[in-house]
């Protein structure tokens, strides 16, 4: 069983990065996990942990979600970055590592709460909202490791030598099902929970719930309009609402307001002078930082001038004639790369140690899920509900509308106003992949600028590095 240690020790770190072993120091008052699982502040500190292991997440999503699709691409023609642009990205990849187990670190703090959580509920005062929270980051982390790798293991007890091979890869329907699981659960511990986008509430999960249900192999269409029908008709419910200005969603600097009540879910940074983490950092020397550099490394003074760039196609639909309120808020002109523009959502406030919130989830979202929701498996709807959601979003954006009652929405339609929507959001991936379109997209896309895509690049190959340790129990 010594070949899985090595294993274990990348799946089961947790985000302080040692084990419970390396935590028992000598004196009797250092803090240990057993200390934490005897009182409700301990409980607390360990789901505090999972949040801040989710800060680690976007440094490495950008680059397998939105630099391989058409909406963006890198500065230079060479360098580790461009690897994710030309599909070329191999086994023992560092970011597609990093990926796998920053997740999986977050899965780990949540399951010390979650395999504990009765001693938890007999603690005075305990909450049942913690335990809520952990379901939801288990489950979030799961979520986004089946939609990059698809087969992945789901792990909802803590690792050990004895368990481990009780945890082999689940195919995708089998992952699916009890990611919604865990979603489930968080919803009904969620009662009642603190309203913040910076943390999950009832709210939070629902909507992760429907777009779990959504991205898995035959979606329940009428569940997910269930779920998400009552936040559109009463969006007072959770206070999630569209903001009145487009801009207003990327709110930076000083006066800006990254608690607007679009946001239903982000990772929160806070501007740091500190070492950030880089995209060339293996995981052991990923040291967290309040501060992080994937918003400087967008710029064009990031690696290889710049990630995050606009693709020539994007550059035709984005422009200030077709999107007059989108256009300045997405992208900005490069001062010294000729014909070259830059996502522009992101730009750091303090240089490498930029405070910008990663923003994993809006209500326009929300609005344009349940469009997907109503077509279905169609090609169109003429729903009125659907079509006022769909109208919200275009309205804001200084577009023309639909007319209830007599214009129909189209699957196109839907797809093409979520692309001009979420630019550099890391959404346009996986919105190519639940509308069942990303190979046909992806290769014209490959071929138009002479890339390397192929089939077999919509998903991840498990990391050679877990292959290798587990001695092939992974592959």
Known sequence: MKKYIVLMGIITISFYSCSEDTLELNSPN??????LLTTTTGFEQLLNGAYDA????????????????????????FGSLVTYDNFNIIDNDVEVFNYWSNNYKVVYQT???????????????????????AYFLRALAHFNLVRIFRDVPYIDQVITVDNFENFPQLNEAETYAKINADFETAISLLEGAEISNSRANQGTA????????????????????SLLLPLIEDSNKFGFRLTDSYDDIFARGDNGDENNEEIIFKVVYTQSSGNPVTS????????????ERWSFDMTENGQSNGANLATANLETLMTSSLQPVRFSTTIVESTFLENRTFNNKWIPDNGEGSGNDWIVLRYADVLLLYCEAVIGDTQSTSNENAIIAYNKVRARAGLDVLNPGTDSLSRDALLAERRM????????????????????????HSNEVGLFFSPSDIYLNTPQREVDNSNGFYN
């Open 280 to 291: 060339d950092s293996e995981t052991g020397d990923q040291v967290q930082s309040e501060g």
């Open 54 to 77: 989710y800060q680690k997440i976007p440094t490495n999503e950008y680059l397998l979600t939105e630099i391989r699709s058409d909406n963006a691409t890198v500065g230079a023609q």
């Open 421 to 444: 929507e979420f630019v550099f959001e890391n959404q346009r991936f996986y919105d190519l992949v639940r509308f069942g379109v990303a190979i046909d997209v992806l290769q014209a």
């Open 111 to 133: 399951n010390l709460v979650l395999d504990n959580q009765e001693v938890f509920l007999a603690l005075p005062g305990a909450d049942r909202t913690v335990l809520g929270e």
């Open 30 to 35: 250092d803090v240990t996990v057993d200390n």
């Open 206 to 225: 629902i909507i992760f719930l429907a777009k779990s249900i959504l991205s898995q192999p035959n979606p329940d269409y009428v569940r997910v309009q």
